[in-house]
């Protein structure tokens, strides 16, 4: 667990494409272009669900992450987890909270430890998502080195997708990576 804190911040400096790009597989994609919650849907799989906060620290959007509502240089909230279920890790995911998100209510955001951030969104019902891209990974990437400390084996390219959520107007960005033997990639529903 140490040695994964120390590896934060893990980032994704991916290439995100539209969902239209998704990949041809129609399991995966079934994943990938979910609306509802990943969490929600993992838990639906395990008996176990549980978040591992990687790290969480306050810096400026990079220019990979920015866009037209989360701007270059914007500070954010940079929060990274990996979610298990049933002890096997699934998803590694990255989140953008921008400060000037961080208000009223949702200045809980910024406190959640070991909550799942998925969670906590799609129980509110203000909670409004936009743009959905795709990214493939190669192995090459810190990505797949965390999940090589994580024990999996990465033998193909991994898959994740990117979300612009709003609520109450307040912009904020997830991006989930699917790691290996993730059920997104199993063919077959167990």
Request: proline share 5%; glycine share 4%.
């Amino acid at each position: 667990m140490f040695e994964l804190k120390q590896q934060f911040p893990i980032g994704l400096d991916v290439n995100w494409v539209s969902a239209d790009n998704a990949p041809t597989l129609q399991r995966l994609n079934d994943w990938l272009l979910d609306p509802s919650s990943l969490t929600a849907r993992l838990k639906q799989h395990c008996s176990d669900f549980k978040v591992q906060v990687l790290g969480q620290k306050i810096e400026g959007c990079q220019a990979h992450e920015a866009n037209d509502k989360i701007l270059l240089g914007e500070q954010v909230l940079v929060r990274e987890v990996v979610l298990f279920c049933d002890d096997i890790p699934h998803v590694f995911a990255r989140s953008l909270l921008p400060l000037r998100s961080l208000t009223g209510k949702q200045q809980a955001l910024a406190h959640l430890g070991e909550q799942s951030l998925g969670q906590v969104l799609f129980n509110d019902p203000a909670l409004r998502r936009e743009v959905v891209e795709v990214a493939e990974i190669e192995p090459s990437l810190r990505v797949c080195e965390l999940a090589a400390m994580l024990n999996l084996k990465v033998n193909h390219n991994l898959w994740g997708r990117r979300s612009l959520f709003f609520i109450e107007d307040k912009p904020l960005m997830v991006a989930e990576v699917f790691l290996p033997g993730a059920r997104a990639y199993i063919q077959q529903e167990l």
